[in-house]
């Protein structure tokens, strides 16, 4: 639950300050270190992935919201 508020927290900064790239960067990276992490412990499974996923969804669900709040700042 930690990570999930992190990652949320990183995807309003990415939406606010940067752009689409900075998304799919931290996307690919926290996908990555992911697999590597579980692959090592020998816990990669269904559920694993499925948490991996609502992971990516915190980050991506931030994105919009610092996006929404940048282009309310505009207006």
Same mark, same amino acid.
């Given at each position: 639950?930690? /990570?999930?508020?992190? =990652? ?6 990415? !939406? &606010? @300050?940067?752009?689409?790239? *900075? #998304? ?8 990555? /270190?992911?697999?590597? =992490? ?6 990669? !499974? &269904? @559920?694993?992935?499925?948490? *991996? #996923? ?22």
């Amino acid at each position: 639950m930690t /990570v999930a508020g992190i =990652l949320f927290l990183s995807g309003i900064l990415i !939406g &606010l @300050f940067g752009s689409s790239f *900075g #998304l799919i960067a931290a996307s690919l990276v926290t996908t990555l /270190v992911m697999i590597v =992490l579980l692959a090592m412990r020998g816990e990669l !499974g &269904l @559920f694993s992935i499925l948490i *991996g #996923l609502g992971y990516l969804f915190a980050l991506q669900s931030g994105f919009l919201v610092g996006g929404y709040v940048r282009t309310q700042e505009r207006s």
